[in-house]
């Protein structure tokens, strides 16, 4: 099964919006099929107790996860470079280039990682690329493509059709990312990934979101 | 050494009905001024089409056309060197846009071809909704147009759900006709700008674009962008970024209505 982690609430948590309706788009985009949110330590506590919510905490340290070892909401935690798999830690982080040898060789035992960047994949044999991607890494791989080159979308599909199960996308591809609408769209289209009702809270969410952010601008 | 590619521009024919003719032949020009390969651009009225030969000096001048005689003799006749004829080839876009069926679709190509080698025109096959064809009929489609003198293929993606391998692999097959090819992208999904840099990595030689991202083709200045290190088109970077801006800001408006008339409902791709 394709699982979808969203980091939308991060990003409009970085845009200091006044009166951020969290568990609002929180339920809709649950809604809309992403299986994950991707939420700070300050969301999660506006939003701790979420019916059916699955989260995944970002954290700045990985002694930061002790604290919420007990919440059985949080899925597990992501780091930016850092692991710790007995706290459920997982590293994030961004390659380039599979040469880049020291970070891959530094996480390549670990049992779940995020890779970021691979932009350039467009413009490369970009199935030896992905190949290469899966085999540098024993664990699973949670795909975060940049938008660098126009593609993230069309890299993360891709990733999918290889048979990459996580993936990791944003509302309007927000953060330089792929676009959780249509990712969600064309998986449905080609995969036959959730129902139609699922495109309908989806027209809700961009509805809801797209005012959100007008308004705020124009504020 | 950079690959050579070319861009063919279709935003005067995707944006044709939101811009007066007048602005038409100026913005004609100013893509001539750039160095794009070739200008696309609707049947209109004969004045309009010497007016913007005229200002076109470098660039190829393009009509372009649906597979209709009766559309295409009045293209033959306008003095347009090229013309683009859209051959509708797949099963999903005969019955739907055109309302006809695969038989029509075979007969009326021989038609068109038997027009074209009339009058000696070269021109470029449009292959619409290429992502969707069924091979066989794709084949026999192309095998009909024998005897005529083509210039180019252009697969065109019209729904935006291709997948970089999908476009891959139709570039693929396309090439083994023989013929010159290009791809037009659909940016429904945010895909065209990915499928475009695919397709010209596989052996496409043109690219389909538009200023502004508009009508949902491939965005020209994210193409050239994203590309400028591994192709050579030829063009003025930075007088197309220059343009693209100029015509975002001119067209604001217009480009946000167009996008959401152009956004199809969920329940007809299914």
Redesign the interface.
């Known amino acids: 099964m394709i699982r979808i982690i969203d980091r939308t609430l991060v990003i409009l948590e970085a845009f200091d919006l006044p009166e951020l309706p969290l568990r609002e788009i929180a339920e809709l985009l649950f809604a809309c099929g992403a299986n994950f949110l991707e939420v700070t330590p300050t969301a999660y506590r506006q939003m701790e107790g979420m019916q059916g919510a699955q989260f995944i905490l970002r954290i700045q340290n990985p002694e930061e996860a002790r604290a919420y070892a007990d919440c059985q909401d949080i899925k597990r935690f992501v780091c930016k470079s850092r692991a710790d798999t007995a706290l459920r830690v997982y590293p994030e982080i961004t390659i380039n280039d599979m040469r880049d040898f020291f970070t891959v060789e530094r996480f390549r035992r670990c049992d779940r990682v995020r890779v970021c960047g691979l932009a350039d994949c467009?413009?490369q044999p970009?199935?030896q690329a992905f190949q290469n991607l899966k085999s540098a890494f024993e664990g699973s791989i949670e795909f975060a493509a940049d938008n660098d080159?126009?593609?993230a979308?069309?890299?993360t599909?891709?990733w999918t059709?290889?048979g990459g199960m996580e993936v990791v996308t944003s509302f309007m591809?927000m953060g330089n990312m792929a676009?959780f609408e249509?990712v969600t769209?064309?998986l449905f289209?080609?995969k036959g990934r959730r129902s139609?009702s699922a495109?309908n809270a989806l027209r809700q969410l961009e509805v809801r979101l797209t005012s959100m952010l007008l308004a705020s601008e124009s504020a | 050494m950079k690959a050579a590619r070319f861009i063919t521009d279709i935003t005067l024919l995707s944006f044709s009905k939101r811009i007066p003719p007048r602005e038409r032949v100026e913005w004609a020009g100013k893509l001539d001024a750039i160095g794009v390969h070739e200008i696309v651009m609707g049947l209109s009225s004969r004045r309009e089409l010497e007016a913007c030969g005229q200002v076109i000096r470098r660039a190829q001048q393009a009509v372009y056309v649906p597979m209709d005689p009766v559309q295409l003799a009045r293209a033959l006749r306008s003095g347009v060197r090229s013309i683009h004829v859209e051959i509708p080839i797949s099963y999903p876009m005969i019955y739907t846009v055109y309302r006809k069926n695969k038989d029509w679709a075979r007969k009326t190509m021989c038609e068109c071809r038997d027009m074209v080698a009339e009058s000696g025109a070269s021109p470029t096959l449009v292959l619409a909704d290429a992502s969707r064809a069924e091979p066989y009929f794709l084949e026999s489609l192309v095998q009909l147009s024998e005897g005529m003198h083509i210039e180019k293929l252009i697969a065109k993606d019209l729904m935006g759900i291709q997948t970089l391998s999908a476009c891959a692999e139709l570039i693929g097959t396309l090439l083994s006709f023989g013929y010159e090819l290009g791809y037009e992208g659909s940016d429904q999904f945010g895909l065209s700008v990915a499928n475009t840099i695919q397709a010209l990595r596989s052996g496409a030689a043109h690219a389909n674009c538009c200023l502004g991202n508009v009508g949902g083709g491939c965005d020209l200045r994210r193409l050239l962008q994203t590309t400028a290190r591994i192709f050579q088109y030829g063009i003025d970077r930075k007088g197309a970024e220059h343009l693209d801006r100029t015509f975002k800001q001119q067209y604001r408006g217009e480009r946000l209505r167009e996008r959401e008339n152009s956004r199809p409902a969920d329940c007809r791709l299914r």
Do not use: E, I
Request: aromatic share 8%; hydrophobic share 50%.
């Open positions: 467009v413009l970009m199935n080159c126009y593609s979308t069309s890299l599909l891709q059709m290889m591809g676009a249509d769209r064309l289209y080609l139609r495109l």
